[in-house]
T-cell receptor
Framework: GDSVTQMEGPVTLSEEAFLTINCTYT??????LFWYVQYPGEGLQLLLK?????DKGSNKGFEATYRKETTSFHLEKGSVQVSDSAVYFCALSDSRTTSGYALNFGKGTSLLVTP | DAGITQSPRHKVTETGTPVTLRCHQT?????MYWYRQDPGHGLRLIHYSYGVKDTDKGEVSDGYSVSRSKTEDFLLTLESATSSQTSVYFC?????????????FGPGTRLTVL
């Protein structure tokens, strides 16, 4: 079945460092891909999405490109801030193979940015 | 803000007792979902609804039931809570306007079963 694999955390970076969080997926169809962010004690917030190959999602300085040839959707940010400390989840949705439009999540990657 | 609230936000209960969690939305979204979040597992789908009285099972539905008698409320019931159901439960919504696969999440309910 469909699945998402994220790099293990925690990831610790200094402020202004470059961030990459790897995400690869397995899907039989053509899924939509998402990044969600969860700040401590809160629910998940949609960070960005891409619905087809070569689409680039972007928001708040974060970017991810839907790469069908490598089945990847890596999250990047050029200069992280302490306020970016959170858990990041990669997810996919393929209504042809999953329940309704439910999301299939990776296990999450914890990011800690230090001053 | 998709206008989603969850209640209660925290609950401690004992093994064997029934528990009902409520998800309430104010914007007439068609699709509603219940997920649980556990360390090392990400989020996993319990049940979902695609309309009033229309529900279906997700990946981890055993021990859970749901009901949706009106658009705005989606209830998750643990008929007889077990310690393995200690988790954080999230409700989510989506609709056709913003893309049915684009989900927005509530703040979560932390449930502890002793």
């Amino acid at each position: 079945g469909d699945s998402v694999t994220q790099m293990e955390g925690p990831v610790t970076l200094s402020e202004e460092a470059f961030l990459t969080i790897n995400c690869t997926y397995t899907a039989t169809g053509y899924p939509s891909l998402f990044w969600y962010v969860q700040y401590p004690g809160e629910g998940l917030q949609l960070l960005l999405k891409a619905t087809k190959a070569d689409d680039k999602g972007s928001n708040k300085g974060f970017e991810a490109t839907y790469r069908k040839e490598t089945t990847s959707f890596h999250l990047e940010k050029g200069s992280v801030q302490v306020s970016d400390s959170a858990v990041y989840f990669c997810a996919l949705s393929d209504s042809r193979t999953t329940s309704g439009y439910a999301l299939n999540f990776g296990k999450g990657t914890s990011l800690l940015v230090t001053p | 803000d998709a206008g989603i609230t969850q209640s209660p936000r925290h609950k401690v209960t004992e093994t064997g007792t029934p528990v009902t969690l409520r998800c309430h939305q104010t914007e007439n979204h068609r699709y509603m979902y219940w997920y649980r979040q556990d360390p090392g597992h990400g989020l996993r789908l319990i049940h979902y609804s695609y309309g009033v009285k229309d529900t279906d099972k997700g990946e981890v539905s055993d021990g859970y039931s749901v009901s949706r008698s009106k658009t705005e409320d989606f209830l998750l019931t643990l008929e007889s809570a077990t310690s393995s159901q200690t988790s954080v439960y999230f409700c989510a919504i989506s609709d056709l306007d913003r893309g049915p696969d684009t989900q927005y999440f509530g703040p979560g309910t932390r449930l502890t079963v002793l």
